[in-house]
């Protein structure tokens, strides 16, 4: 197999819906319902039961978060698109959010640590937030005592003074040492203070070591109750709303930090691209696999740190292409995830650190599966063209094909680019025919439900594919966004298996 990475039954019963916000047990692992089967009117069970609604502007919905609002536009988009079966799978309803930025405003001695208002760069403190892993909450508090306790003064916007502009909390529930049904309640925050100025020699590091000097002191493992796995600092001190500079350091604690998804061990750096529900990414990544056939070349485009392409290999045994258009930094955490791969995985895998919108053409070439997670902004125009025209793609890859004798064979720009690969891994090389197949498969991950519907459109207009298949997974319950997972195979739909068989019968009696 070639990976190539550009950087139950439906029941009702099934829900996860409890009483309490029950974010420190485990959750079931979930399991797919067809939407017209989750309940129109549940009970307040399902309610976000947040102090913080509508003054954060984190969640837009405060009851049924097991039903998104969107779940009715989009059963009956898909159904419209030939698609009735679509599936969705619901998991954690609080205490999802395994990762989170969060903005530090106020004073040192009345800090606030949360999220801005709607429309204002107002922040407001959400202490009790019910979308954080409790173990973030937890350490925002460890956070607000340690700025009031030694004085650090919260980024001030206008004046674009004070120290502390932002942290990123991110969780990890890998630990291996404990039983898995206590990983997720036992996770550790990998916390990264992100500081307004150039650099650890600027006036003020002082500050930041005694920051994270307490954090690790008040949190890590020698404390009472062990919640920090690691302090980095980024700065940055650019006017604009960018959040991290381009400098990150490592403070204290472990300088890895491991994900067990899809299958597999992930390295993520605190720069990388991460998922911010953790069980449901997995939920995804495992209904994902069941598409892709074994030993298939599959080409996996804004790869990020790589987790879905490495998880294909994995589980697939696929050989993949990923493309990905993180700093080159996330290269170390690719690194790092594919030599935990399994032994037995012996795939050709090239990473390349590129733009999946610069002749996206080449990127297909040589697939049987494509792979698409874009940003919520969904796809680059160039790439969606690629995709429609797929057939003359392929057309001009076989006459190249063709014509090509030795000499010229090496100048075809798809053989050029797996050759500029910045990561090659496993032994096998690819494949001769790489250069002729294009994808029959296209599997489109989006968390942007309008961006996706305008692409979906665009695509099934070209009748270059077609639907087959459409899940949802409750990724960010509170809001109205929804993950979606969409099979496109090639060319027209297949004519329904009733129909066939009339045909067929038909036939049987002329004779
Ligand atoms: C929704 S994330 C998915 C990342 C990855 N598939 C995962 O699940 O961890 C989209 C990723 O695409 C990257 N990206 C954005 N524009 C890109 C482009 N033109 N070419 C390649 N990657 C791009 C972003 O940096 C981000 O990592």
Redesign the pocket.
């Known amino acids: 197999m070639t990976l190539r990475l550009?950087?139950a039954p439906p029941s009702f019963s099934v829900f996860t819906c409890r009483a309490a916000a029950s974010t420190t047990l485990p959750s079931p692992a979930p399991t797919p319902t067809p939407v017209s089967s989750i309940p129109q009117s549940p009970p307040l069970t399902c309610a976000l039961h947040c102090p913080h609604f509508q003054s954060c502007s984190g969640c837009t919905h405060e009851f049924n978060l097991h039903r998104p609002v969107i779940l009715d536009d989009a059963t009956d988009f898909f159904r419209k698109h030939g698609v009735s079966d679509f599936t969705f799978d619901t998991c954690k309803l609080w205490g999802w959010r395994c990762r989170a930025k969060l903005a530090v405003r106020g004073s040192s001695t009345d800090p606030l640590i949360g999220l801005y208002e709607e429309g204002t760069h107002n922040v407001v403190d959400i202490p009790q937030c019910k979308a954080h892993h409790p173990n973030i909450n937890a350490a925002v508090e460890l956070l607000r005592r340690g700025i009031s306790e030694l004085g650090v003064e919260p980024y001030i916007e206008d004046e674009g003074t004070g120290n502390l502009r932002y942290v990123q909390m991110a969780v990890t529930t890998y630990n291996t040492s404990l039983p898995a049904a206590e990983r997720y309640k036992n996770g550790k925050v990998q916390v990264t203070l992100v500081w307004n100025s150039r650099n650890e020699n600027s006036p003020g590091s002082d500050k930041l070591n005694a920051l994270a000097n307490f954090l690790w002191k008040n949190g890590g493992p020698r404390s009472r109750l062990h919640l920090i796995h690691s302090v980095w600092a980024n700065f940055q001190t650019s006017t604009n709303n960018i959040i991290f500079g381009n400098k990150w350091r490592h403070l204290l604690g472990e300088r890895d930090f491991w994900e067990h998804v899809g299958g597999i061990d992930v390295s993520l750096a605190p720069s990388?691209?991460?998922?911010a529900n953790t069980r449901a990414?997995d939920a995804l990544l495992r209904k994902l696999q069941k598409y892709v056939p074994h030993e298939s070349a599959v080409a996996?485009?804004?790869?990020?740190?790589?987790?879905?392409?490495l998880s294909l290999a994995a589980t697939r045994k696929c050989r993949q292409d990923l493309?990905?258009?993180?700093p080159l930094k996330?290269c170390v955490s690719f690194e790092k995830t594919i030599e935990r791969l399994p032994a037995t995985v012996d795939s050709s895998i090239t990473w390349h650190h590129?733009?999946?919108?610069?002749e996206p053409f080449l990127w297909l070439v040589g697939s049987d599966v494509v792979?698409i997670?874009?940003?919520?902004k969904g796809l680059?125009a160039s790439?969606i063209d690629a995709l429609k025209n797929i057939s003359s793609v392929e057309r001009k890859a076989l006459s190249s094909s063709e014509s090509s004798n030795s000499a010229q064979e090496e100048k075809r720009p798809w053989v050029l680019r797996a050759k500029e690969a910045s990561v090659q891994i496993g032994s096998k090389p690819p494949p001769d025919n790489i250069t002729q197949s294009v994808p029959q498969t296209l599997i489109y991950?989006?968390?942007g439900w309008e961006s996706f519907k305008e692409d979906c459109k665009s695509l099934l207009s070209s009748k270059a594919w077609h639907l087959e298949k459409a899940h949802g997974f409750n990724f960010f319950p509170g809001t109205q966004s929804i993950e979606v997972l969409a099979v496109f195979k090639r060319g027209p739909p297949k004519k329904k298996p009733g129909k066939k068989k009339k045909k067929h019968l038909q036939g049987a009696l002329r004779y």
């Open positions: 550009v950087s990388s691209f991460g998922q990414f996996d485009l804004y790869a990020g740190a790589g987790v879905i392409g493309d990905h258009s993180e996330c590129a733009d999946a919108s610069k792979v997670d874009p940003p919520r680059d790439l991950i989006s968390c």
